[in-house]
């Protein structure tokens, strides 16, 4: 008499280590990840960033060292944020070709611009003493269209600086086509557009705003997403790849897996996703007081978010995971 096949036993794949190396559908790389950094102008010290523990705002020197670090690593990228000493109305430091983020993308693209992707933020909230990604109108409200002009300005001064990648990030309509155009117009055809297409009004951003000395009051829940629409990211996503976007990326990460899923699965284009600095700051602070097991916890959270969709991880970890990715 034949026999069936008996129970299934699902966790023989599960047996031990090995096996479950062996079988693992999603893998994580160090290529795959993008080191967010910080700097700012005329510092002569390293200053921790409080709310995001081993995070700092970085001298021009500390600057140049962590990106060797990085790439060292093996880590796929770096996106540099500028912190001026100076802000005005219109955000001027922006656009300066001697500006505080011009001088860093130079300095890290002399020292590292052979190993991994130079990338630059480009918005005016650093810049603006008012804090929102661009100019406002009479009514003090952010004008879309003058905006536009502004990030033309600022794309061409930063790749004229080296960047090998500019970051839009401001969600205004039509930026990557106003970026896209500039770049082009000015000869620079090889400089890639990392779209931030579906950028919610978040609460996961509070530690960012003390990494680059916000000025911001009020919000931005005019001009971002509103965390309860999902079919308008997919909109946005739309928009920016028919306007030339390279990659398109969605912010939050953890919050919005089902959007990284989602956009992984509709565009033909990379998708990068940023874990800010709320998703970092939380997992940091549960481990320091015992609660969690932060290695863990820190390889489970960029593991969901590729196994989402993300080819590329915007993390305050890549340094330290790339190492531990390196040593397996």
């Not at 967010?36 to 002569?44: D, S």
């Not at 000395?213 to 309860?228: N, V």
């Not at 330290?320 to 397996?328: D, T």
Request: net charge negative; charged share 25%; with cysteine.
């Amino acid at each position: 008499m034949s026999r069936g096949p008996g129970l299934v036993r699902p966790r023989r794949l599960r047996s031990s280590a090995p096996v479950r190396r062996l079988v693992a559908e999603t893998r994580l790389h160090p290529a795959e990840l993008v080191l967010p950094l910080f700097v700012v102008e005329g510092a002569e010290q390293v200053r921790p960033i409080g709310s995001m523990p081993g995070v700092v705002q970085h001298t021009r020197d500390s600057l140049r060292a962590a990106a060797l670090e990085a790439a060292r690593a093996g880590v796929g990228g770096v996106m540099l944020f500028g912190v001026p000493a100076r802000k005005d109305e219109t955000g001027s430091g922006a656009c300066d070709p001697e500006g505080v983020l011009s001088v860093a993308v130079r300095d890290v693209v002399a020292e590292v611009g052979h190993d991994l992707v130079v990338m630059a933020d480009l918005c005016l909230d650093e810049f603006t003493d008012h804090g929102h990604c661009g100019v406002l109108d009479a009514a003090g409200r952010v004008d879309n269209d003058a905006t536009l002009a502004h990030y033309a300005r600022m794309a061409v001064v930063l790749a004229e600086a080296g960047a090998a990648m500019v970051g839009p990030s401001g969600m205004m309509d039509g930026q990557v086509r106003a970026v896209r155009t500039a770049l082009d117009d000015a000869g620079h055809h090889d400089v890639a557009v990392l779209a931030y297409a579906a950028k919610y009004a978040s609460a996961f951003y509070g530690p960012f705003r003390e990494a680059v000395d916000s000025s911001l009051t009020g919000d931005r829940a005019t001009y971002q997403q509103d965390p309860a629409n999902g079919e308008e990211a997919l909109r946005e996503v739309a928009l920016d790849v028919a306007e030339g976007a390279d990659l398109v990326m969605v912010k939050p990460a953890t919050a919005y897996l089902d959007l990284v899923r989602r956009v992984s699965e509709t565009v033909s284009v990379p998708v990068a996703a940023y874990q800010v600095s709320g998703e970092y700051a939380m997992i940091e602070a549960a481990a320091a007081n015992g609660w969690i097991d932060r290695d863990r916890a820190i390889l489970e959270s960029l593991t969901c978010i590729r196994r989402a969709g993300a080819g590329v991880i915007l993390t305050y970890w890549a340094g330290e995971v790339a190492r531990w990715l390196r040593a397996v």
